[in-house]
């Protein structure tokens, strides 16, 4: 379906304005919420891509400035080594209280729209698939999809590099989808089998796939990219959210080929 770019919006925080960005179908009704986490880069045009194609399948896209207190607002690093560097001071200098401040936010915004129907999911792209990870600990995001998150198997997210990510894995209720390539030296075999262990042990519902595919193979700038595989992990990640997510409004968006059997 069609969608509409609604802009930003500044949600409050305990650390200040977040600007927001909303994509949304074009077509009048109600429809799902979905928070996506950008990469350290911050709004970039493979996350905006992402967030519009999204929404073409029928959710309401909220895309937060993941840092909001440490960046003026509408900043946007460039995927040089510079910007990796600035990306990578700024995720290790805010606290992971306040990653989790955001996400409430997020949250609870989408669930206040009218034209939301109140069920959310949440997805995340590196870093960003870390933050979704911790912001499917809230009850009421029934389905998450992390894209090759980083700090996890480490425990080393914000400030301190000591999160707790890990020990509240049963916090998350929702179904969870993780996505890994095996040749991200950013989470190594070791890394990914002690996530999986944990999973197994909390008893969470997840789905788990790896891929030969590099750090940043879904982005659709740089070297990297294998549109193959960011096509099969797209129709994973729309699997989910129809199943969980749109199925249950009475109002499925379709679904696309490789996510029908």
Not at 191 to 208: C, P, S, Y
Not at 211 to 239: I, K, Q, S, T
Request: net charge negative; with cysteine.
């Amino acid at each position: 379906m069609t969608i509409k770019d609604d802009g930003v919006v500044e949600l409050q925080t305990p650390t200040g304005p977040m600007r927001t960005y909303i994509f949304s179908p074009a077509a009048e009704g109600r429809y799902p919420g979905v928070v996506l986490y950008s990469e350290i880069f911050q709004v970039t045009g493979p996350i905006r891509r992402t967030a519009a194609m999204i929404a073409g399948q029928g959710y309401i896209v909220a895309v937060p400035e993941v840092y909001h207190e440490l960046e003026p607002a509408g900043t946007v690093l460039p995927y040089d080594q510079a910007g990796a560097d600035k990306g990578n001071a700024d995720k290790y200098t805010k606290e992971v209280s306040s990653y989790d401040a955001d996400a409430r936010a997020v949250l609870d915004y989408l669930k206040a729209r009218g034209d939301c129907t109140g069920r959310l999911g949440a997805v995340g792209i590196c870093l960003g698939g870390h933050l979704a990870f911790r912001t499917a600990m809230n009850p009421d995001v029934l389905a998450t999809v992390c894209f090759y998150a980083t700090d996890i198997h480490s425990g080393s997210l914000g400030k301190g590099k000591s999160d707790n990510s890990l020990a509240r894995a049963a916090e998350i209720k929702g179904e969870l989808l993780h996505i890994w390539g095996r040749q991200d030296p950013h989470v190594p075999l070791e890394g990914r089998n002690k996530i999986r262990a944990r999973l197994d042990e909390a008893g969470v519902r997840f789905q788990w796939l790896e891929v030969n595919g590099a750090h940043a193979f879904m982005r659709d700038e740089g070297y990297r990219y294998d549109p193959a595989l960011a096509y099969h992990c797209y129709g994973l990640m729309f699997e989910l959210f129809h199943r969980q997510l749109a199925i249950q409004t009475g109002a499925a968006p379709s679904a696309p080929a490789e996510a029908r059997h």
